[in-house]
T-cell receptor, first 113, second 110 residues
């Protein structure tokens, strides 16, 4: 089944403890992206990647890191999480061009206390 | 990225027709997506418009006017399950990475 897999689905952590949210897609998509979704603010892009070893900042990159060493994987790293990073996170992937749209993962609900 | 604007909330009656509007910046514009998102779930792709005009997909249709920076999503024969947030997202420049609006929460009541 074609899908984007995020893990974990739910995570509660403490301020300053490094964490990684994994994202993997099995559709051979070039484009991958991370978004966070907060009430009243909608989906805001954190980082995106247009191919292996190519990553770019989105609208809200502060406090996050990403890497794209393989086409299928695009992990999101929070080196020192803070409470303002409590949010719902989505990973998404797409073919490089055209009207295919993004396929989204199921989301990761992160709480930083 | 794009500057997307859409209404925050709309309500409609089951069986009716509703139009959700979206405006965007025309500079460097590529195309416009519509997504549906039910509460607590991931967004799902509805449509992508590049050319002017109306594209119909069953009960859902999407319209684009490139010169006016305007799009709408038309939902016909509304059902209770259509209660969801509808996200407008635009792409511009050299990439197809979409910038999302804040979403329109549609409430369908009996």
């Amino acid at each position: 089944e074609a899908q984007v897999t995020q893990n974990p689905r739910y995570l509660i952590t403490v301020t300053g403890k490094k964490l990684t949210v994994t994202c993997s897609q099995n559709m051979n998509h070039e484009y991958m992206s991370w978004y966070r979704q907060d009430p009243g603010l909608g989906l805001r892009q954190i980082y995106y990647s247009m191919n292996v070893e190519v990553t770019d900042k989105g609208d809200v990159p502060e406090g996050y890191k990403v890497s794209r060493k393989e086409k299928r994987n695009f992990p999101l790293i929070l080196e020192s999480p803070s409470p303002n990073q409590t949010s719902l996170y989505f990973c998404a992937s797409s073919k490089q061009q055209g009207n295919y749209g993004y396929t989204f993962g199921s989301g990761t609900r992160l709480t930083v206390v | 990225g794009q500057n997307i604007d859409q209404p925050t909330e709309m309500t409609a009656t089951e069986g009716a027709i509703v139009q959700i509007n979206c405006t965007y910046q025309t500079s460097g514009f590529n195309g416009l997506f519509w997504y549906q998102q039910h509460a607590g779930e991931a967004p799902t792709f509805l449509s992508y418009n590049v050319l002017d005009g109306l594209e119909e997909k069953g009960r859902f249709s999407s319209f684009l006017s490139r010169s006016k920076g305007y799009s709408y999503l038309l939902l016909k024969e509304l059902q209770m399950k259509d209660s969801a947030s509808y996200l407008c997202a635009g792409t511009s420049g050299g990439s197809y990475i979409p910038t999302f609006g804040r979403g329109t929460s549609l409430i369908v009541h009996p």
